[in-house]
């Protein structure tokens, strides 16, 4: 199990995502000019997430108090990096007035691939329309080795470049070649993609001063004006410097995992086999067919790449040379005979490698194999097969000109199927039609920094191919929930590897740290989950009631002081001035704990008035007309710094600083940032705690024939969860106080489950119970109100507080709910929940199900025989389990005297795997 990676705070982007949602901010609501948007200037429609951050850069450009000139955009690989540099740069040109830019990167297969991007108009991948127009004028993108001295209006200049190139024009004196003076008159916007490369001397100790980094530098405080906008999809945060010289620049960040969630890439499963190199290599290509020919019965045009990766030159020159000969000697027999031979290893699960043996099969019974034979002995021949290593010519064949097949694979004039490579292909290789990634050269060692080599090739691999199905194209992923369809294959990834355990464990290891999910490829079907007859038939399914609370809005006059927002304005303040490095602790270096002490920021302890509005004039949320939607009884700003409200002449306030410090040299600048940090902190509070509706302790019915429903659910792909308790599968029932036939439950609810069953037949051996049910909620379950809008049973903290908590306006609902007729109705809530939670975010959760015993409850319809009540959380801490007592809470409420073990004894069927 890969260790988690420590999560380091990235202010900027922190800073950035709160402006977003925060709708007194000045530019909240921004929106893309048109020449970003569809049939403006670029050729792609942007996705939601590159307006995000093109939204973020406009946020910083926009920014009243500071200049920023260096950012970082963190992006997935294959998330589209190129076509935001395109929108940036379109960008900076119309609101910064930026003539200039400087597309750097360190290799030159990157740069003539991003030639064609950016200045091509004949290439496929050419990104921006064959008209540039802003505003009525029509723009010229014009491709330069230097920047003119006086500028032609409506003309972008760009010199695309490697960094090697740029700096040896920096630091050597030469003719024609761009000095510093040369980036000094008009300004420049730097475009550094892989960014990760450019940060040397931040990992030694700068003993040269021409590095890389000196150079970019040395452009960007050429002019007051440049810029530089770097972009990379790794970076080593671990890496204290780096960490220093990034973690305020970083403006935007996509992570893989995420990128993978949102379906913008293929699924990506692993093939694990214990087969030889020539076996993996013919079960890579009857599979590829088989993608092939699935896409052309479905009018797709389809051509799936296979990528043979090996770790040396020479086992990947010897397996393009056993590939050749296994393609050209392939006979029906041959393949017949394979394909029963690895069908007998199989273990029974589906797999698409299963699904195209049976196709070969069925192909032999009816006569055709020989046909797909000839198919597949000409879809393969040398002509189509592409070498991307070092040649015996001499020099990399990406650099000369090869790089071209490569990067138009998908191209229907472009015949090639297979690659075979070692390590050409780690970075700026951008083809979407890559399907299988086989691994061969098994003798290799599968080193960590071997696994993570590959990890990143995969999640190259993982870009999505946008084939148009039923005359519509696609940008993400549209078969996941059709488990059974074969479409699905034209949408995943397979990589193809050794079924060796340390290798594997490595191999995983490095895709857990990219925050790249796979699993194994195996049949992960819906478990669906229905409500038993037996159930539909009881009274408690016919005539029962569930009870939520109802939520009331909030006046404005409720906020008459900021104790109604949770802020005591009596106590005094506490805010920390060690430097954020100083208190750091980082994987490469454990720092040690700095001696501290508390003095006061001011003499008296009081803080000057004019810091508070110094402070406040410095930050726009203070601003009296944004202020007051956030605090709308206020008359005036004298107001907010009265009694009621910061209460700035009588509150005192401290900071922490070394201890070997003398109060004395705190400076005014320090003092200032003291008074920021204070009100930031009381900004975040009250716009956290401002809320237009909260709950009420009236309690309303929803009939449960009209909630309790049929759902389904995809099981957790066991190989990607981490924390074993919070895997997800489908547990048969067959006992009658469950409601579903299937519970879908990770293990925690299991264990629950599985005690519940014993209490609930404890209970019917009391006898006084006419009926006792456990409902599972799920967030699929819903009814309708009288208005037609689709409700769900969520309780909202309402017991009558001082000072609340905003985290429980929003409500939750929780996962069981025991239902017991007998004298009277008894609506038990039970929540599980992991025990970190449970101590911790998740807390007023718990507080709102124990209020409900001593609660003042109305009911809507008199129900007078109705009880309301919530337990405490079980949880699966420690070996009991049931630390926090749950279960002793529920024989209390129901009268059991009679304790007894609770074993997990109902569940009488496997997991479901088909």
Known sequence: MAKKKNILPLPLWEEMKEKDNDFTFSEHGWELPDYLRKDGCLKH????????????????????????????????????????????????????KIQNFLFIVNTQGVLTKTIDNLTNRQSGKYLFNETIEMNGERITIEKVERFPVHQAKNTIYLKLATIQAVSSDLFTVKENSMGRSSYEKNP?????????????????????????????YSILTANAQNKLLEFTATIDLDNKNTYEKYKDKILYKYTLDKFIYDGFSKDVLRIETSSTDREKMLDAVLLSQLRKDIGRQHDVNFKPIILFKSQKIIH???????????????????????????KSKENGEYTPLLASYIRIEKAYENGELGELVATIQCD????????????????????????????????PNNFYRVVFAVAKLTEGWDVLNLFDIVRLSENADGKKAQTNSEAQLIG?????????????????????REVKSNLRLLETLHYHTANETQYLKNLVQSLEEMNLPTGRDIKMPKV??????????????????????????VADDFYTDIAKYGIDNTQDVTINLISTNREMRYKSKVQTEVDTKLVALFENGIVPIRFYKKAMSRNTFFYFDRLKQIVPCLSSMAEFLGENWLNAEKRKVFVTIPKNMSSREISAEQKLFAVEKMLKNIEMTLKANFQKARGTNVFAPIPINELIQDYSKYPTNRDTMENFAQRIDGFAIKEDWFVYDTAIVNQTEKELLGKM??????????????????????EQNYYRDEHGNKLSLKLHQFTKQEVQDVEVYNGFMPDFVLYVDGREIIQVFVEPKNAELAIGKDKWKEDLLLSLENAEIAFEDSAENVRLLGVKFYTN???????????????????????????QSLFVAEEWND
């Open 45 to 96: 429609v942007l996705r939601d997430y590159q307006e995000t951050a093109i939204r973020f850069f406009h946020y910083a450009m926009k920014d009243n108090y500071r200049t920023f000139s260096h950012l970082l955009f963190n992006m997935a690989t294959g998330s589209g990096k190129t076509d935001l540099m395109a929108g940036l740069l379109l960008y900076c040109y119309q609101e910064c």
């Open 188 to 216: 420049v916007v730097i475009l550094g993609d892989e960014a990760h490369h450019y940060s040397a001397s931040t990992k030694s100790d700068k003993e040269k001063e021409q590095t890389w980094e000196n150079a970019i």
């Open 316 to 342: 990947s020159l010897e397996a393009e040379k056993m590939f050749h000969e296994m393609i050209e000697n392939l006979t029906v027999e041959e393949v017949y005979s394979f394909v029963k031979r690895q």
């Open 380 to 411: 393969f021949s040398k002509k189509n097969v592409l070498n991307a290593n070092d040649s015996d010519r001499g020099g990399s064949m990406l650099e000369k000109g090869d790089y071209q097949a490569l990067n138009t694979l998908e191209s």
């Open 460 to 480: 190259r691999g993982a870009r999505y191919y946008p084939f148009i199905y039923n005359g519509k194209r696609s940008f993400t992923r549209r078969f996941d």
């Open 528 to 553: 669906e989950a229905k409500v038993k007859p037996a159930f539909k038939k009881s009274a408690t399914y016919k005539e029962g009631k569930l009870y939520y609370n109802k939520v009331e809005q």
């Open 757 to 778: 069953g014993v209490l609930i037949r404890n209970l019917k051996e009391k006898g006084e119970y006419k009926e006792v049910y456990c409902l599972r909620l799920d």
């Open 877 to 903: 801490s420690g070996e009991k389990k049931d630390v926090y007592g749950t279960f002793s809470q529920l024989e209390e409420i129901l009268d059991l005297q009679e304790i007894r073990e609770y074993e």
